[in-house]
């Protein structure tokens, strides 16, 4: 049984960091990408940062410059570094990834970890 758990979300004021961690664990043959996605109250799950298994890492424009993601494949553990944070960012921050088990590649995702920003 494969699971991605997440870690690091928290309370923390507008220009503060955090440092979210996702570790995948349970039987695992390889990990593809590794993404972070976020859903604020009364919006659509969005996609913050994806890295590919050879470390090649994509972001949605409006976090470019202020978050970074980032992977140590030796712990099958993705991170999300975030600075700068602002009070749009408060959401449910999510880790995603398609892993194969042995039977075959299948998506998953953690349960999700609460980043609140205040003003």
């Known amino acids: 049984q494969v699971q991605l758990v997440e870690s690091g979300g928290g309370l923390v004021q507008a220009g503060g960091s955090l440092r979210l961690s996702c570790a995948a664990s349970?039987?695992?043959?390889?990990?593809?990408?590794m993404n972070w996605y976020r859903q604020a109250p009364g919006k659509q799950r969005e996609l913050v940062a994806a890295i590919s298994s050879g470390g090649v890492t994509n972001y949605v424009d409006s976090m470019k410059g202020r978050f970074a993601i980032s992977r140590d494949s030796a712990k099958n553990t993705v991170y999300l570094q975030m600075n700068s944070l602002k009070p749009e960012d408060t959401a449910v921050y999510y880790c995603?990834?398609?892993?194969?088990?042995?039977?075959?590649?299948?998506?998953?995702w953690g349960q999700g970890t609460q980043v609140t920003v205040s003003s």
């Open positions: 995603n990834s398609e892993i194969h088990s042995g039977s075959g590649w299948m998506d998953y």
């Open positions: 349970g039987t695992i043959f390889s990990i593809a990408a």
